[in-house]
């Protein structure tokens, strides 16, 4: 009896455990029987979020990956400090001991293009991810809390932009503004919000329905406070995850724009390579190792975020952790046994 209840209490998080009564201490048996084992030995659930990222390995493989890329990108101007697009070498130069990454059609050289391209890409990525996930924060918790007009309004307006054919949209708002990092920022948020403000309302309605959202109403609080003192917290991985996702989208489709030309074609970043890398003929030429680099890059960049956000589930969804355990406890007995054998 006290094994299974101190089960129940290692697997249920913030609730009574099985079969205790009101006013019986939670560590004794219902009927006045043995007291359960201390503390110490009884495994604690509540892990906070960062405490469960810390420990995945997942997330750490991420989060090792993307801080390679982003140290590189503030270290750039040390590791080549002069102008990446400068000619160095001769055209077409395969890979050696001087050119680590060859050389463009051109004479540049690749790994200081790729590097330096990282600076670009990522402070876009990174931008128009926080951009877009804050204006979708503010839309859907807006939209949630306060209700009736102002979420038919806004969730109008989500509709509109989510209907809109992303890609020609992007086109369109690129090629009638300015060249710059700047006009590509805009774009991407302009047309990147609506499917985090989406996703964020849907979270902020099933806890605006919660009792100590009611509760922080009736006492008076203010709806800024109530919206992220009380809901927001309450929507931390949902909030991250969204994260993630939107910096993986300004990283893809700064590249995508950038490719097709509709970037400042004078800046040195991933898509701007790729671009070059086209225009100048590598595919045709077999210079594979003109637009391998960036694109690997991109595509790295964005499988270290992918990692991250499956760790966030894994540690914030509870079935997948229920999973997890399962599987730690039905390769326990083999191992054991194993060694028994042996």
Aim: charged share 10%.
């Amino acid at each position: 009896m006290t094994s299974s209840i101190a089960t129940t209490a290692s697997t249920v998080s913030g609730e009574t455990l099985a079969g205790s009564r009101p006013g019986n201490p939670v560590g004794l048996m219902p009927d006045g029987g043995g007291a359960l084992p201390p503390q110490g030995s009884v495994r604690q659930p509540n892990r906070t979020l960062l405490h469960g990222l810390l420990t995945n390995k997942k997330a750490m493989a991420g989060t090792a990956i993307l801080l390679t890329f982003i140290a590189l990108a503030l270290f750039a101007p040390l590791l080549f400090p002069d102008n990446p697009s400068k000619i160095t070498g001769m055209a077409s130069q395969e890979p050696d001991a001087e050119f680590w990454l060859g050389t463009t059609a051109k004479g540049q050289d690749v790994l200081a293009l790729t590097i330096h391209g990282a600076r670009s890409s990522l402070l876009v990525g990174l931008t128009v991810g926080f951009a877009s996930t804050f204006i979708g924060i503010l839309v859907g918790l807006a939209s949630a809390y306060f209700g009736k007009f102002i979420d038919e309004a806004l969730s109008l307006t989500t509709n509109v932009f989510l209907l809109l054919p992303g890609l020609p949209l992007l086109v369109i708002l690129a090629a009638f503004l300015p060249p710059g990092l700047g006009t590509v920022i805009l774009v991407l948020v302009v047309t990147g919000w609506a499917g985090s403000a989406r996703v964020l309302r849907s979270q902020a309605l099933s806890i605006r329905s919660k009792d100590f959202v009611a509760a922080a109403v009736v006492t008076g609080e203010r709806p800024m406070r109530i919206m992220f003192r009380e809901i927001l917290p309450n929507m931390a991985s949902i909030v991250m995850g969204t994260l993630l996702a939107c910096i993986i989208y300004g990283i893809g489709a700064q590249a995508g724009l950038e490719f097709l030309g509709l970037g400042d074609v004078s800046t040195v970043s991933w898509g701007n390579n790729l671009y070059w890398a086209g225009n100048e003929g590598a595919l045709l030429t077999g210079s594979w190792w003109v637009f391998v680099p960036s694109g690997l890059c991109i595509a790295l960049v964005a499988f270290s975020l992918s990692l991250i956000n499956y760790a966030v589930d894994e540690v914030t969804n509870p079935r997948l952790r229920k999973i997890a355990r399962r599987k730690i406890q039905t390769t326990k007995p083999v191992a054991a046994g194993k060694r028994g054998a042996a």
